[in-house]
């Protein structure tokens, strides 16, 4: 995983809100944004749990990437799955925060008896070992959950970036660069802005939306999980 630091290029910045498994969502949100090849799309992370087909959002985001520029960023959830590989501690913690969904997703059988996750494709462990921690342009910082604004992003900590929840009461400083944030993984029924920090998890996985972002218009689009806009 590296970190990204760099102007983008010419087209819209995009940013996508925790999509939790939700493959018909991500593909109806596509369909009203039309990304552009020259559009930069950042997707916040949490591309598996929670929802029926994890496999699904994974493979249409390497499908996105073959027609526009995408950066993913690396949510805790994913983090949880890169490490499912490592020890049988981390595989039954990821099964239980949302890991057997995410498996039917790829095999329907109930029964997980392979350790190595052999199952799963290996240019989707290619996707996930790929996500960044963040991006940073030259006006907006994209990044899964938090951040400590005293610290230059290359120095935050996992903790920070992708398991600190933002609290709406006492949401975190400025951050020291003076740029604008833009996070997921804190999720609530409408996007929230405090003006130096917006979340955009609007509650996919959990009944509610899936939202996009463009930080340089204040321009949002939005569909509901269920496949209903009403």
């Not at 087209?11 to 018909?24: E, F, K, Q, V």
């Not at 590989?85 to 095999?107: I, N, P, V, W």
């Not at 190595?116 to 240019?123: E, K, N, Q, W, Y």
Request: one cysteine or more; proline letters at 5%; hydrophobic letters at 35%.
């Amino acid at each position: 995983m590296n970190e990204t630091t760099e102007q983008v290029r010419a087209g819209r910045t995009i940013a996508i809100g925790d999509i939790h498994g939700h493959s018909d969502a991500l593909r109806r949100l596509i369909d009203r944004i039309q990304p552009q090849r020259e559009d930069t799309i950042i997707p916040l992370g949490d591309y598996v749990n929670r929802g029926p087909d994890a496999c699904g959002v994974i493979q249409a985001l390497i499908q996105l990437g073959r027609y526009c520029r995408v950066i993913p960023i690396l949510g805790n959830h994913d983090e949880m799955m890169l490490d499912a590989r490592q020890s049988k501690h981390a595989l039954d913690r990821f099964c239980y925060d949302g890991g057997d969904e995410t498996f039917a997703s790829y095999m329907k059988d109930a029964w997980i008896d392979d350790d190595t996750l052999s199952f799963i494709p290996d240019v989707h462990w290619d996707f996930l070992n790929r996500c960044s921690p963040f991006f940073e342009s030259e006006q907006t910082i994209f990044t899964h959950a938090c951040y400590d604004p005293w610290v230059p992003m290359h120095q935050q900590t996992a903790r920070f970036l992708r398991w600190t929840a933002i609290d709406a009461e006492d949401p975190p400083r400025k951050h020291v660069s003076g740029k604008l944030v833009v996070v997921g993984h804190t999720a609530n029924e409408a996007v929230r802005n405090w003006g130096h920090v917006i979340c955009i998890d609007t509650a996919c996985g959990l009944r509610g939306r899936l939202t996009a972002y463009e930080p340089a218009t204040g321009m949002t689009w939005w569909v509901n999980e269920s496949g209903s806009n009403v």
